[in-house]
């Protein structure tokens, strides 16, 4: 193989892994700015220190520039594709001057690229925190909906009517709560990477959140300790191993307790909340 092929090759992966993209990402205006004047000044030295008797900048009526002034005047004209035509390079001076103006078109395409992914970037950011508090609510309510039929089987164990087989339709609501607590834990997982397009859990989301799965686990330890107290078996009827899921599930959940979000005082209060919610479970849990 090649070198020429291996180094078009190395090209290609560099593009294909987006690391051309992500630098032209950090390219703000500032920092465009800072390119666009040094560009500047580099080819106003050029035209300095490079001249000689072929190749120089001179006036139209033939009068040879050697100031440093004009020289970065004309470098300004020329990165900006002005031509106002009052300076003109002669010899290689004209290959120099090409090479600016190209530089300085790339230079007014990012600019541009720039304004445009300004717009793009603040619509993205509109659309994506609309789908991120729907997404939020749609767990909120999938955890209310768990309670909600918790709650029945909780009044019919309350009323001495839960029976065995109702343990079928509580292993059910379980499933879905398995679902719902794995949705969570990689919303939690997502607010961590560093992304403009990753919205972090805000104080009152991440209350609301953590607050939901505790109250969950808590209508579900109130039905195993009823059942228990009505000594209704539901070993044959309910997934132990479904339970245990559950479980390790919500604890992956409370280790990624936004403190810097909810404060520490109030993270305190949910782990302990969690410990003792989850250890009553398990007493309950035969």
Known sequence: MSAKRIGNGRAMNWFENGKAMSGLDKLNFSRILIIWVVIILFFGFCYILLSSQGNFLSYPDGTKIDTFFDAIYFSFVAATTTGFGDILPNGLFKVIAIFEVVFGLLLLALVTSRLVSIKQDAILNEVYEISFNERINRLRSSLLLFRQNTER????????????????????????????????????????????????????????????????????????????????????????????????LCENIFVNVPVNAIGEKKSEELLKRKDKTLSDLKKNIK
């Open 153 to 248: 089987l909780v009044v019919k164990a309350e009323e001495k009517m839960l029976k065995s087989r109702d343990f079928e339709m509580a292993e059910s609501y379980i499933y879905s709560l398995r679902d719902v607590l794995e949705e969570i834990l990689s919303v939690l997982f997502r607010t961590k990477r560093n992304s403009s397009f990753v919205k972090k859990l805000d104080h009152v989301n991440s209350e609301l959140i953590f607050n939901s799965v505790l109250s969950s686990f808590s209508k579900l330890n109130e039905l195993f300790e009823l059942a228990n107290e009505n000594k209704i078996n539901y070993g044959d009827k309910i997934s132990i191993d479904l339970i245990n899921t559950c479980e390790k």
